[in-house]
């Protein structure tokens, strides 16, 4: 079953402080993993994705850790700021899906950054 | 550029009715797709295309038509509307599936009592 799941389901972090939002899946043809941001009233954008040859990738603030073996990925954001204050969603796809690549969403993550 | 543009931005509709969910993109990408987004869902991929004149149905497309005329538009069509179609539907394209993201244009938000 091509399945993410993704937890927890709301997180509220102090301003500054790290947000971690965790994402498990069962297909191992799974070698593209995005997460997307979306803020209220927007669609979701690409933050940053990873492949399965590393085990992190980091983009400024933003940091996913890949466990193949363990079939987990995460997102981790340093030094949260309101801004960051967005839906966040975890997804996978096959390299191989024949006409068109179909990503699988994870159910996404609320994030809510405090003063 | 404005990317992926989507019209209207909500519409109430009342059950059996039928509208179309316009979706255009000016970044020749021939790729396409229709979500749902609905709650602690996540996002459901309704139907995609991969160029003009070619369409495939995603993991739920029933109560939903698509066309693909051109490169730029890919409109969703709901013939008898349900109310288990509120939700809020998202239209994205990409250049390419194995290595560029999804563009999202930012959404219909369609009710149906």
């Known amino acids: 079953q091509q399945q993410v799941k993704q937890s927890p389901q709301s997180l509220i972090v102090q301003k500054g402080g790290i947000s971690i939002i965790n994402c498990a899946y069962e297909?191992?043809?799974?070698?593209?993993f995005p997460w997307y941001q979306q803020f209220p009233g927007k669609g979701p954008a690409l933050l940053i994705a990873?492949?399965?040859?590393?085990s992190e990738k980091k983009e400024g603030r933003f940091t996913i850790s890949f466990n193949k073996s363990a079939k987990q990925f995460s997102l981790h954001i340093m030094d949260s700021q309101p801004g960051d204050s967005a839906t966040y969603f975890c997804?996978?796809?096959?390299?191989?899906?024949?006409?068109?690549?179909?990503?699988?969403f994870g159910t996404g993550t609320r994030l809510q950054v405090t003063l | 550029n404005a990317g992926v543009t989507q019209t209207p931005k909500f519409r109430i509709l009342k059950i059996g009715q039928s509208m179309t969910l316009q979706c255009t993109q000016d970044?020749?990408?021939?790729?396409m797709y229709w979500y749902r987004q609905d709650p602690g869902m996540g996002l459901k991929l309704i139907y995609y295309?991969?160029?003009?004149?070619?369409?495939d149905k995603g993991e739920v497309p029933n109560g939903y038509n698509v066309s693909r005329s051109t490169t730029e538009d890919f409109p969703l069509r709901l013939e008898l509307a349900a109310p288990s179609q509120t939700s809020v539907y998202f239209c994205?394209?990409?250049?390419?599936?194995?290595?560029?993201?999804?563009?999202f244009g930012n959404g219909t938000r369609l009710t149906v009592t």
């Open positions: 994205a394209s990409s250049l390419d599936p194995l290595t560029s993201p999804l563009h």
């Open positions: 297909n191992t043809a799974f070698d593209y």
């Open positions: 990873i492949r399965p040859d590393v």
């Open positions: 997804a996978a796809s096959p390299r191989n899906t024949g006409t068109a690549s179909k990503l699988t």
């Open positions: 970044m020749n990408h021939n790729y």
């Open positions: 295309s991969v160029g003009a004149g070619i369409t």
